[in-house]
């Protein structure tokens, strides 16, 4: 079973930056789709970003358009969060995913996860 590991999480204050990680336990060319997904505490778990194999097409959510980046190479299971201009709304645990159906956004389709690392912005 692919696992996937995820760092680069931590403290930042207002308007500052993060670079968030994330690789496979083994290199799998299995993995179509590779995302990061955010949960803050009392909420639901959110899609943030995903990158393709194809092409490397990327979708974004609308609430970090413009601010975060994803950027990878999904055939070597590996992918980067760079996250700026941080505000206390992105405080949540950051999860990365694969998925083999190259599907972008829906949480439910994702096949593997990471144990999830913590952001935190400070005002």
């Known amino acids: 079973q692919v696992q996937l590991v995820d760092t680069g999480g931590g403290m930042v204050q207002v308007g500052g930056s993060l670079r968030l990680s994330c690789a496979a336990s083994?290199?799998?060319?299995?993995?179509?789709?590779m995302g990061w997904f955010r949960q803050a505490l009392g909420k639901e778990r959110e899609f943030v970003a995903a990158?393709?194999?194809?092409?490397?097409?990327?979708v974004y959510a609308d609430s970090v358009k413009g601010r975060f980046t994803i950027s990878g190479d999904v055939a070597k299971s590996t992918v980067y969060l760079q996250m700026n201009s941080l505000k206390p709304e992105d405080t949540a645990v950051y999860y990365c995913?694969?998925?083999?159906?190259?599907?972008?956004?829906?949480?439910?389709?994702?096949?593997?996860w990471g144990q999830g690392t913590q952001v935190t912005v400070s005002s």
């Open positions: 990158i393709s194999r194809v092409l490397g097409r990327t």
């Open positions: 083994e290199r799998t060319s299995s993995i179509a789709v």
């Open positions: 995913a694969g998925n083999r159906n190259f599907v972008m956004a829906a949480a439910n389709e994702y096949d593997y």
